[in-house]
């Protein structure tokens, strides 16, 4: 027996009844109304009663068959309310806490300051198309844009399945706007000599750090990923990393794609790896343990932060010289070498676990020899093409 008001949830969802053309919802703690009629749409604020709620659907649904409902009323649903209501019900128990936590700070600083007090279903195409003109002329780069565009057209999607509004208007909206990446301020690979230079480096001030970063250089794993890896994780056998977990703000989680997948160690990793294990288990067994911790790399049984990471970072890159780069440039460095090594696009979108051989190709494709881009001019040598009828005595 309900105690209160508010309604049992589960997974998320909106729960409530639906009339005739008009469905009742709880969100953000208060009960609503969502007619959708013969091309109307329109979303009413009733309160705390879900009776209340049920009674005024009740009485819409019968004017609505009537012809007697009034749609000219203003509406209160604003698209600040119903992404708000997006971010806890969809976004937060669905996605990483750094995604919820990143969406919430753009829509609250860049997003609903121009746009949130507009209804939702009145939101339109120019209006977006005005909001990210507006901040690309302030200096937002495309990545913030799509970023911008990606969070307005998850909300609206919502807002499509709850018959808010019947298509979404950011469909290709920054391809029609003609905002091209700028690709001078992408991240930068290091070339072989670069790697070379910043493993020697490493060797030479941080020692402690060289099997980091070798695994770094030589599986292509994003930062957390490695933090998170665990001796298990290891098939001495097979030569193969099982990445399925990630390390940030003192959580494990699942990896960026929710994915685990085996990446091939190079003979230098596996060999560097397993000295490293060793010396692990002979400072446990020093310790009156059978085995080391489990984390691969630690700091006092922990995993390490990635603060810590980035602090030796800067500071290997400057002792060698180097321009500073992020740290995720090193995973750049991996698929780029490997690639222009021709090595085959398939294999390093797997390495790296892109979702799709795709996604792959649109970061890399700049890095993929031009010679297996013209590989058809293979097929001259090999199929030789009829002469040409002699046409001259055509028609006599």
């Not at 398939?346 to 979702?355: K, R």
Request: charged share 25%; net charge positive; glycine share 8%.
């Amino acid at each position: 027996m309900r105690v209160n008001n508010t309604p049992m949830k589960s997974n998320g969802q909106l729960n409530g009844r639906r009339f005739m053309g008009v469905k009742v919802k709880f969100h953000k703690g208060a009960w609503w109304v969502f007619i959708n009629w013969r091309g109307h749409r329109k979303a009413k604020r009733i309160g705390a009663s879900e009776a209340a709620a049920n009674d005024a659907a009740g009485k819409i649904s019968a004017r609505l068959a009537l012809g007697e409902y009034n749609f000219d009323e203003r509406q209160e649903m604003t698209f600040e309310d119903y992404s708000a209501d997006w971010l806890e019900k969809y976004i937060k128990p669905l996605r990483r806490e750094t995604t919820y936590k990143r969406y919430k700070t753009v829509l609250k600083k860049y997003i609903c300051p121009e746009i949130g007090a507009i209804e939702v279903d009145k939101l339109r195409r120019s209006q977006i198309r005005d909001m990210l003109l507006r901040h690309h002329k302030a200096g937002k780069s495309v990545s913030t844009l799509l970023l911008l565009r990606d969070i307005v057209s998850g909300v609206m999607n919502c807002a499509v399945d709850d018959e808010l509004v019947p298509a979404n208007p950011t469909r290709e909206i920054i391809k029609t706007l003609g905002i091209k990446r700028d690709r001078s301020s992408e991240v930068r690979p290091f070339n072989g000599g670069e790697v070379d230079l910043i493993l020697g480096k490493c060797l030479e001030i941080y020692p402690e750090y060289y099997p980091f970063m070798l695994t770094a250089f030589r599986a292509g794993m994003r930062l957390g990923e490695i933090l998170a890896l665990q001796w298990d994780d290891v098939d001495w056998r097979g030569g193969l990393i099982l990445v399925q977990r990630s390390y940030r703000n003192q959580r494990i989680t699942r990896t960026k794609t929710g994915k685990a997948r085996q990446v091939e160690m190079s003979g230098e990793l596996a060999a560097e790896l397993k000295r490293l294990h060793a010396e692990r288990k002979a400072q446990a067994l020093a310790a009156g343990s059978n085995e080391p911790v489990k984390w691969m790399f630690h700091n006092g049984g922990q995993p390490i932060a990635q603060n810590s990471v980035r602090y030796i970072w800067r500071r290997l890159l400057r002792a060698a010289g180097i321009h500073y780069e992020k740290f995720h440039a090193v995973r750049h460095t991996y698929a780029s070498l490997l690639l222009s090594a021709g090595v085959s696009v398939y294999y390093v979108s797997q390495q790296i676990g892109h979702s799709g051989i795709e996604m792959t190709i649109r970061f890399y494709s700049h890095f993929i020899p031009s010679e297996n881009r013209r590989g058809v001019n293979i097929l001259d040598g090999e199929i030789k093409p009829k002469p040409a009828p002699d046409r001259c005595g055509v028609g006599g």
